[in-house]
């Protein structure tokens, strides 16, 4: 494979690193620095593992969510941003596209709607996005988010919905534990590399743990069928 980049790789990710790690430093949603950094290290590993280009993968994992469209509402604005941070750093065209699409088509869209990341790469860094979804560290984010965005922990009067559609998705303002019925309990089946599929299903398996003590303790009571009646939902 021809080298991606003339520059000095390493100089380029160190200054990424720290573009992003000024940027997003408290960020309280969720998608601070910590996370940015979890899934550098998660990437960097699956790209070890699955033979993936390690500087596109390292810059599209640490640049991911430098405009997340949650909150700039713009589902462009993170490859625009990634896209004029790079150029300043003189990297070449053809890796900051790559970086790019990868950004662009890296979020779930709602479950209805088909995962668009031809490339390797681009199968690594959503990998390693998707497994800090998961498990411990994916229940804290997605109460801290829900905390964040106002939503409720949970109402037994709304349903969890399967989103036909990105837009669908993007104007839910459904609960916290709605969440993992629309999203997280479904990553599992989405990973692309095999690698991430193993991690994956030991977090998965957590989850559905803490799901199930969650309605137990809601219910104020014992009754396993709690948890079972609403995963038929």
């Not at 408290?26 to 593992?49: C, I, K, N, P, Y």
């Not at 991430?196 to 009571?221: C, K, P, S, V, Y």
Request: glycine fraction near 6%; include cysteine; charged fraction near 25%.
């Amino acid at each position: 494979m021809p080298p991606t980049s003339t520059v000095d790789t390493s100089a380029v990710i160190t200054a990424t690193a720290a573009h992003v790690q000024a940027k997003l430093s408290g960020e309280g949603s969720g998608h601070d620095w910590f996370h940015v950094e979890r899934v550098w290290r998660m990437a960097t590993h699956l790209a070890e593992q699955e033979g993936a280009d390690r500087f596109v993968v390292e810059l599209a994992a640490l640049l991911h969510d430098v405009a997340d469209w949650k909150f700039s509402g713009d589902a462009m604005a993170g490859a625009r941003e990634a896209r004029a941070w790079l150029e300043s750093l003189g990297v070449e065209r053809a890796a900051i596209d790559h970086v790019c699409d990868i950004i662009t088509n890296l979020s779930f869209k709602g479950a209805g709607v088909p995962d668009r990341m031809p490339t390797k790469e681009g199968m690594v860094v959503q990998d390693a996005d998707r497994l800090d979804a998961l498990g411990a560290i994916g229940i804290a984010r997605a109460f801290a988010y829900g905390g964040h965005a106002h939503r409720e922990v949970y109402n037994p009067s709304v349903p969890p919905a399967h989103h036909q559609s990105f837009e669908d998705y993007r104007n839910n303002r459904g609960t916290t534990i709605n969440h993992f019925y629309e999203k997280l309990l479904l990553l599992k089946d989405r990973m692309n590399t095999p690698t991430a599929r193993t991690i994956a299903e030991e977090r998965h398996a957590f989850m559905e743990e803490f799901l199930q003590r969650f309605f137990r303790e809601w219910d104020g009571n014992d009754r396993e069928t709690a948890y079972q009646k609403r995963t038929q939902q």
